[in-house]
């Protein structure tokens, strides 16, 4: 199992994870006191079927980590 990780340094928003997304496990979320919009991951709906990792990200920002079954 993965689970989809923004980095949120080289998120620019851009929106392209979001439209692949099915799940809905991501949304543009804004840290103040930065205007920019970020994209972040809800570990609980993301079901890592990774049509958001590489290459669909252009700043690379998308990390498939894997993650243990408890
Ligand atoms: S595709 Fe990459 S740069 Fe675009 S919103 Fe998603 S994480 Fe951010
Ligand atoms: S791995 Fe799949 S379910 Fe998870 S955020 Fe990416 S596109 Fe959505």
């Known amino acids: 199992?993965?689970?989809?990780?923004?980095d949120a340094e080289l998120c620019d928003g851009c929106q392209d994870c979001l439209e692949v997304c099915v799940y809905d496990a991501i949304a543009l979320v804004r840290?103040?006191?930065s205007r920019?919009?970020?994209a972040v991951v809800d570990p609980?709906?993301?079901c890592g079927c990774?049509?958001?990792?590489?290459p669909l990200c252009p700043?690379?920002?998308?990390?498939l980590v894997p993650i243990r079954l408890s």
Do not use: N, Q, S
Request: glycine content about 8%.
């Open 1 to 6: 199992m993965h689970e989809a990780r923004v």
């Open 31 to 33: 840290f103040p006191p």
């Open 36 to 38: 920019r919009l970020k």
């Open 44 to 46: 609980v709906r993301c």
């Open 50 to 54: 990774m049509a958001c990792g590489p």
């Open 59 to 63: 700043r690379d920002g998308i990390e």
